[in-house]
Nanobody
Framework: QVQLVESGGGLMQAGGSLRLSCAAS????????MGWFRQAPGKEREFMAA????????YYADSVKDRFTISRDKTKNTVYLQMNSLKPEDTAVYYC???????????????WGQGTQVTVSS
């Protein structure tokens, strides 16, 4: 079984930066894709970014590709989401997820963390 634990959320003013972390355990991730999604109140959970564990290929939603950066540290089994130039509309619960052969679609991810709240004030 895969366990994912997110951290790093919090309250930030618009224009600031946060780095989210997702510590993964429980399986080999050599063929995994690690993704970040977010869900704002009353909205669907949406794809933000993903990275292939082995090759480091990255994918981004158009809405964040110039502000967010996904990375991974294999030695720590941890995936990061660096978020810069934060906007109030970035306010959401951010989830880490793991899928094997996944891309940008929520349905392709089998394992999910509990989420971490990010709140951006104007």
């Amino acid at each position: 079984q895969v366990q994912l634990v997110e951290s790093g959320g919090g309250l930030m003013q618009a224009g600031g930066s946060l780095r989210l972390s997702c510590a993964a355990s429980g399986r080999t991730f050599s063929r995994a894709v690690m993704g970040w999604f977010r869900q704002a109140p009353g909205k669907e959970r949406e794809f933000m970014a993903a990275i292939s564990w082995s090759g480091g290929d990255t994918y981004y939603a158009d809405s964040v590709k110039d502000r967010f950066t996904i990375s991974r540290d294999k030695t720590k089994n941890t995936v990061y989401l660096q978020m810069n130039s934060l906007k109030p509309e970035d306010t959401a619960v951010y989830y880490c997820a793991v899928g094997y052969g996944a891309t940008i679609y929520r349905r392709e991810y089998a394992y999910w963390g509990q989420g971490t709240q990010v709140t951006v004030s104007s």
